[in-house]
């Protein structure tokens, strides 16, 4: 049986991507990290696989602060691939906690690679880097593709650049498999509550029902290439299965700004977003990426990999999947959610997180 290992498992990604290995018979170690209240709320639904007597979901402590631990996991385990999808991966928090964001994000990844050289596993195991097309910044080519130099914007796209360099610079000096997944923004019903896309499924929801009347944003003129998760964490998969490890850029090739997600979202529920939407500064950030489309053509040529949701169909799948959590009576209202301090959404809901009720929701069929 093949084994995976997964940091960032309880992540909107790694929820997904366990989803799928375990569809595909792998046995699936997944790292989480200490917290005071329990946050394995994306893979709860999965927990009939971590019992019986041959579980084939295993959760072990662990983070990417801890070089220790990350060595011993990968001597003992000696899975066959390693996800590394760990990371401070909110773009606007980054600029608040900077050096934290670039120890785990970035140093986290020097760790990772570095514990899979001194548990000897080596070229024996298959690694996969989350990179990201926030690399591009202030984009020096559109559509951006493998070979479009970076232009970080952000303590957040600063450390994913030295975490892509580190990757091919282990792939270079030590023979590894390590490939650099560069993924557009992918979005879904488990995405973190104060992501744009989130932010805007959730108020529209709360807004129809009428639980809110308000929903504050910043930047709406930004574009981003919007496309499914649930898709993207196949293209994970498929850059490990290849002759030789390489870097991929996976988006839509479409580009959309923040309005017309908010057109195609608050339309869905019969919506005019203009009458509800408001204007926050809070939500700006120091640099903005203003542009972002990428060219997957070598993922879809090498990998035989492609997109099948675009923005309007995943905005609106995103209020579906809100609104019907929202009739349920288990999504509550937040008018100005905030993203970097108190007063999170989380604890003006009265159990669970938007998050964990998302995640079995979206588990179903519709
Ligand atoms: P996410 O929902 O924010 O999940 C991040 C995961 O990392 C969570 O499981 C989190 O654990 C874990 N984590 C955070 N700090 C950690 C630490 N010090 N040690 C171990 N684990 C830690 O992110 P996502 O959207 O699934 O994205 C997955 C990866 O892809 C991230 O690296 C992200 O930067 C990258 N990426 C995402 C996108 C996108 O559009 N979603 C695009 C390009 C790249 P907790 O649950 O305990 O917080
Ligand atoms: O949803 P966002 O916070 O995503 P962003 O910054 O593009 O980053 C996401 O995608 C990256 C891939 O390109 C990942 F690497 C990263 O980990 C993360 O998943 O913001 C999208 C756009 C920005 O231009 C932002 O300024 O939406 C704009 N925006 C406008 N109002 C807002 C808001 N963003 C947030 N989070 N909250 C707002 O109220």
Not at 22 to 46: A, F, M, P, Q
Not at 217 to 236: C, P, Q, S
Not at 245 to 268: C, K, S, W
Not at 304 to 330: I, S, V
């Amino acid at each position: 049986m093949r084994k995976a290992m997964i940091t960032g498992i309880t992540g909107q990604d790694g929820s997904y991507l366990a989803e799928f290995l375990l569809g595909k018979g792998y046995e699936v170690h997944g790292i989480v990290r200490r917290t005071s209240s329990l946050n394995r709320s994306r893979i709860d639904h999965l927990r009939s696989y971590e019992q019986g007597p041959a579980p084939r979901l295993i959760l072990h402590y662990g983070d990417l602060g801890n070089s220790a631990a990350l060595v011993k996991l990968l001597y003992e385990l000696r899975p066959d691939e390693v996800y590394n999808l760990a990371a401070q991966s909110h773009v606007r928090i980054s600029f608040d906690i900077p050096d934290y964001t670039i120890d785990v994000t970035g140093t986290g990844v020097s760790r990772i690679l570095e514990a899979v050289i001194q548990s000897g596993i080596g070229r024996a195991v298959r690694f996969y880097q989350a990179s990201s097309s926030e690399m591009f910044g202030k984009v020096q080519e559109v559509p951006q593709r493998e070979s479009t130099p970076f232009w970080p914007r952000s303590p957040y796209a600063c450390a994913k650049a030295m975490a892509h360099w580190l990757t091919v610079n282990y792939r270079e000096a030590y023979n590894l498999f390590a490939c650099s997944g560069i993924l557009f923004n992918h979005e879904s019903p488990r995405r973190g509550e104060n992501f744009v896309t989130r932010k805007i499924s959730i108020g529209a929801a709360c807004i129809k029902a009428g639980l809110q009347d308000k929903l504050s944003l910043g930047n709406l003129d930004a574009k981003r290439d919007w496309g499914y998760a649930k898709e993207y964490v196949e293209a994970m998969w498929l850059m490990l299965q290849q002759d030789k490890p390489g870097d991929y850029v996976i988006a839509t090739n479409e580009t959309h700004t923040v309005r017309d997600f908010l057109e195609a979202a608050f339309g869905r529920l019969g919506l005019d977003w203009r009458r509800h939407v408001e204007f926050d500064e809070h939500y700006l950030r120091p640099t903005e990426v203003d542009l972002l489309i990428g060219d997957y053509s070598k993922a879809k040529r090498e990998l035989g990999w492609e997109p099948q949701t675009r923005m309007k169909a995943l905005a609106e799948l995103m209020a579906d999947a809100d609104y019907r959590l929202t009739k349920a009576g288990r999504l509550c209202p937040f008018g100005k959610p905030e993203e970097s301090g108190f007063g999170n959404i989380e604890s003006i809901c009265d159990s669970g997180s938007p998050g964990a009720r998302a995640a079995q929701l979206d588990s179903v069929p519709r």
